[in-house]
């Protein structure tokens, strides 16, 4: 479905993505970790447009998505800090993006009704906490139905009950065949909601394979163990290679 | 876009900064209709206020929109919508905005204490001034990241073009008083919209005679159609070369 291929991307002479390659399809969900710093955040940006690569090419469905705008109505993205007109309500919001996707299909209003954002149409965004604001940039990404989805850090600062609203939402959508990408630090709630990994260091890509694999190859049950396996043999190896 | 458009401005009328503009225009305006009959008089004193304070809160007007709607921007551009089409409707809102505080508060009192022929030059040169200041202020505002850089750049505009250039232009004329230079100097006129806008004003108010042999020249030019024609193509120019320069910058920035 996304396919990204030799994408390089230069802050300056700073490198932030070094020649990755990457498919991702359609039916998986794929968890992107990596420290602070290690160019999730970009990758995300680069497959939504806002950031353009140095270099290299990114195809959905096989069309460049270079310069093209219309197909970002395949993708529900929800942002890290969702920041929207300070002066609008919540409703003027939903209102103000329904106007601007022009969506014909049926809406997907489960999480505005689980969330409860009805009750606060009438709120100001200025006035929200940061819990608020991400239950509306979820009910958000999901309102549109589309194929893709992409998260970034969707659970941090949200109640408890909401993160499982959320995370039952999730799983649903991803049962559903839709292709979901989540970055995220914690990792029990990837280990419940994604099926393949992806993990980038300093730009480069480290790890990709399922989660499946992964725990089968460290001998791992749980995925953060699996994981710190994982950065823990890479140090290994680089120590090795670099001896 | 215009659906963009009504968004943008429907969030900008709430931030409070353009009806504190539009309340100022209308208050200076219409005290100065009242201290002085004498129309020329009041568009004369009007002049030096629009001179100044035009620019200025256009520059600084657009800057801190430009940045204080930077996360709104890549809201939009996260959706199904074209770079351009963002870019265009931010550069629309804030122009239509600023134009529709001078209109209603330089304008309005025009038309209650009689519209004279050197009032409306004065609202028409303030309208070009706007969408000049607006265009550079943009274009200083894509270039960098940093919102304190851009307004200092966006004010080195205004300071340069309201105070500095002048004084060059003076000094200029001055060493080569002895010469005709009065092409030259109207070719240097050209690449300061600020001056360009004065000129305009002022031999509207038929003072040009104060300005000596210089002063015919200029009234010769720019009181024929002629050189109304010519100053709205330079105004323009002013406009549009900046605007396009940093549509082209916009659309190829990372956000």
């Known amino acids: ?243 | 876009m215009t659906r963009i458009i009504k968004y943008i401005l429907f969030d900008m009328l709430r931030t409070r900064f353009i009806l504190l503009y539009l309340g100022f225009l209308l208050l200076s305006t219409i005290s100065m209709f009242m201290l002085d009959g004498d129309n020329a008089k009041v568009v004369l004193s009007l002049l030096n206020i629009v001179l100044l304070v035009v620019p200025l809160v256009s520059v600084i007007f657009t800057t801190i929109h430009f940045y204080n709607s930077y996360e709104f921007m890549e809201m939009m551009l996260s959706q199904p919508i074209n770079r351009k089409t963002v870019f265009l409707s931010q550069y629309l809102a804030v122009i239509l905005a600023l134009s529709l505080a001078l209109l209603v508060g330089v304008g309005l009192p025009i038309f209650l204490y009689g519209a004279s022929g050197s009032a409306l030059t004065l609202l028409y040169a303030s309208l070009m001034l706007t969408f000049v200041f607006v265009s550079l202020a943009f274009l200083a505002a894509v270039f960098t990241r940093d919102k304190a850089k851009a307004i200092g750049v966006g004010l080195l505009f205004w300071f340069y073009f309201a105070l500095i250039y002048d004084a060059l232009l003076l000094w200029v004329v001055y060493q080569f008083a002895d010469y005709p230079i009065e092409r030259a100097t109207l070719a240097m006129i050209s690449f300061n919209p600020v001056d360009l806008a004065r000129i305009l004003m002022l031999l509207q108010l038929d003072i040009s005679a104060l300005m000596g042999y210089t002063g015919a020249f200029y009234k010769e030019f720019f009181g024929s159609n002629m050189g109304f024609v010519y100053s709205t193509a330079i105004l323009l120019l002013w406009t549009l070369i900046p605007v396009t320069w940093s549509m082209r910058i916009f659309k190829r920035k990372d956000l």
């Not at chain 1, 979901?180 to 393949?196: K, N, P, Q």
Request: aromatic share 6%; proline share 3%.
């Open chain 1, 1 to 243: 479905m996304i396919s990204i291929g030799k994408v390089n991307k230069k802050f300056g002479k700073f490198t932030v993505l070094n020649d990755l390659t990457l498919e991702l399809e359609l039916g998986k969900s794929y968890a992107l970790i990596g420290p602070n710093g290690s160019g999730k955040t970009t990758l995300i940006k680069t497959i939504l447009g806002l950031v353009i690569p140095t270099s290299g090419d990114i195809t959905i469905q096989d069309k460049s998505i270079l310069k093209e705008w219309a197909y970002r109505e395949k993708i529900g993205y929800m942002p890290q800090i969702g920041r929207y007109p300070e002066n609008m309500t919540i409703g003027q919001v939903f209102e103000m993006i329904k106007n601007i996707r022009k969506h014909t299909g049926a809406l997907d209003e489960e999480l505005i009704q689980s969330f409860e954002l009805e009750k606060m149409y009438g709120k100001r965004m200025h006035t929200l906490s940061g819990g608020t604001r991400q239950k509306v940039s979820a009910a958000l990404a999901f309102l549109f139905n589309p194929p893709i989805l992409i998260l970034d850090e969707p659970t941090a600062g949200l109640d408890p009950v909401s993160v499982e609203i959320l995370k039952d939402k999730i799983l649903k959508e991803k049962e559903s065949g839709k292709l979901v990408i989540i970055t995220s630090h914690i990792m029990s709630d990837l280990d419940d909601l994604t099926t393949d990994l992806v993990y980038l260091f300093e730009g480069d890509l480290i790890y990709n394979d399922s989660i499946k694999n992964l725990k089968k190859e460290t001998g791992e049950t749980k995925l953060g163990k699996a994981i710190s396996c994982l950065i823990t043999q890479n140090k290994c190896l680089t120590e090795l290679i670099t001896s």
